[in-house]
């Protein structure tokens, strides 16, 4: 026990040490870019007393004079230990630099639009100076740490397309946003005729709008293609593109074009109240719909594109269905709960048509794209499916669980206290009901099917033990800057080989090595039947080492 708490204390020490340090330099970075930013404001002022106060500048002084120079000297000693850093310290660094370069990207970016869209505006409020200056003191930053990020001698080992792959996320859900928003005005100058070309709510804020979107465009382009996220494997970027670039827009789709069928559903509305009730809320859900529409279609068609392995697109598919299945099993918890209203005593019968309008719209665009993802008639692996069948089950069965115990409260609360409780104990439990009968089919409805799964994974056992025995996957070992790994995305999605990357210094290979490094990989693999590594230099030219 003696001989072992110093090594304990050593192992202690080499991995707090990195986390200090780099916890120190993030909060001295955004400490520069607050002071840097607060002091171009009152530059921009020129050094007003009445528009800069005492304190602010203060502060300025403070955050700029101590916190750059701390932040520099810090930087010195972090960089020598990234010289020849270990696992854990190319780790750290990686999401500290991540991490500021997200936060300092996102400041900037949106300062730096809100400046250029002020431009156009027709009413300036003279708030110009402090959107410029928070452009300018963040996007310093930020362009210091995206080059340190790219950089050979200091770019991050492990995990090296964090920071590009959070900064591609972030400008693609701006662009959403400034999409929406262009959309919406555009539409509202359309369909409302109080809102002239030249009045306060039309072209200004169309061309405030137009600012917004291109101003995200570039920096999603930037992001997605210069940077070459597209043509990025790990794990982050196919998870956030399952999540930000296909689920959200479907779930954001579905809901919104549910929405806008439940208003066409005949209810007790006037025809004047109708058409209040569209030109108030159409152009947004119209603008929501169009948006998402967008960006599901395009990610949907980077699935097709050969760049994401089988198991991404199989996952994608999965996540689409059930985001569909929450909208089906949500649509017939309305419905039954706007049947059960129908019958009661105390609900008007417009608030159950509304509710039933809602309902079904959810319920049909949502069984729709569940058919077209999930295609029950259709045979599935059901190895890759049971974790989403498990899943589906257990979440839904939960919330079967607390809609039966809010079902009971009800039960018990309608005979307990009779002077606060409705007019019938069917408007009561109505509620909790719906939601019980949704959930239960669908957690049924998964349970049968995993059991289904099971059984046919138990009967085929000795089958798949005897091909997986069969089957022999060629290794493939690439040497290359860590800044290329996206080039081996279609290797890695070819089930024959199995693919490792392992970084070496230098700069990213640009197009035409790539190309010739991907050509001669091929034309071995075509002429080889061993497993071999790859060393690919800079000009395009490889070497092949064969391994036992």
Known sequence: MAATAPAFHVQSS?????????????????????????????????????????????????????????????????RKRLARPSAFDSAIWSLQASAAYLATLAASS???????????????????????????????????????????????RQFAQLAATAGNYFSMVLFALSLIATLTVALEILVVPENTLVGPTGMPNLLMALVWLAGSSALWFWHWKLRRVQKMSNLLNSVLL???????????????????????????????????????????????IVAAAVLWIYHQSQLRSGLHPAAVVGAAHLALSGVSLAVLATGLGMVVNALFAALGSSVSVGYSAGL????????AFGAAAWLWYFKPWKPFPADSRSAYLVLFFGASSVV?????????????????????????????VRGPLGWLVATAAVAG??????????????????????????????AVVIVGP?????????????????????????PAL??????????????????????????????GSVRFINLA
């Open 510 to 539: 640009d197009d035409r090595a790539e190309v010739s490094v991907l050509a001669r990989i091929e034309e071995y693999l075509a002429t080889h039947h061993d497993s071999f590594m790859v060393l690919a230099e800079a000009d």
């Open 14 to 78: 080499s991995v707090l040490r990195p986390v200090i340090l780099h916890g120190l330099l993030f909060v001295l970075l955004m400490v520069s870019a607050t002071g840097l930013s607060t002091l171009f404001t009152a530059l921009f002022h020129g050094f007003d007393s009445l528009l800069v106060s005492t304190e602010q500048l203060a502060m300025a002084f403070t955050f700029t004079l101590v916190g750059i120079p701390l932040a520099w000297l810090l930087w010195r000693s972090i």
């Open 110 to 156: 949106c300062a730096a639009l809100a400046f250029l869209a002020g431009l156009v505006s027709a009413a300036r409020d003279g708030a110009w100076q402090s959107t410029l200056a928070v452009a300018l003191g963040w996007g310093t930053v930020c362009a210091w740490q995206h080059r340190q990020i790219t950089s050979s001698r200091t770019a991050p």
């Open 445 to 474: 409805y998964h349970f049968a099917l995993w059991r289904s799964d099971k059984d046919s994974r138990a009967g085929s056992s000795g089958e798949s033990i005897a091909s997986q025995g069969a089957i022999t996957r060629r």
């Open 242 to 288: 399952v999540v930000l670039g296909l689920a959200a827009p479907a779930l954001a789709f579905l809901l919104a074009i549910a929405e806008l069928v439940s208003w066409v559903w005949p209810q007790a509305w006037t025809a004047q109240e109708r058409t209040e009730l569209f030109l108030d809320g159409g152009p947004s859900l119209l603008a929501i």
């Open 482 to 506: 860590a800044a290329s790994e996206p080039m081996a995305a279609q290797l890695k999605a070819r089930p024959e080989l199995s693919v490792t990357w392992m970084a070496s210094s230098g």
């Open 400 to 428: 079967a669980l607390v809609s039966l115990l809010v079902f009971g409260y009800r039960i018990f609360e309608f005979y307990l206290e009779p002077d606060s409780r409705l007019d019938s104990l069917l408007d009561t």
């Open 356 to 363: 039933l309008g809602h309902g079904l719209g959810l319920l």
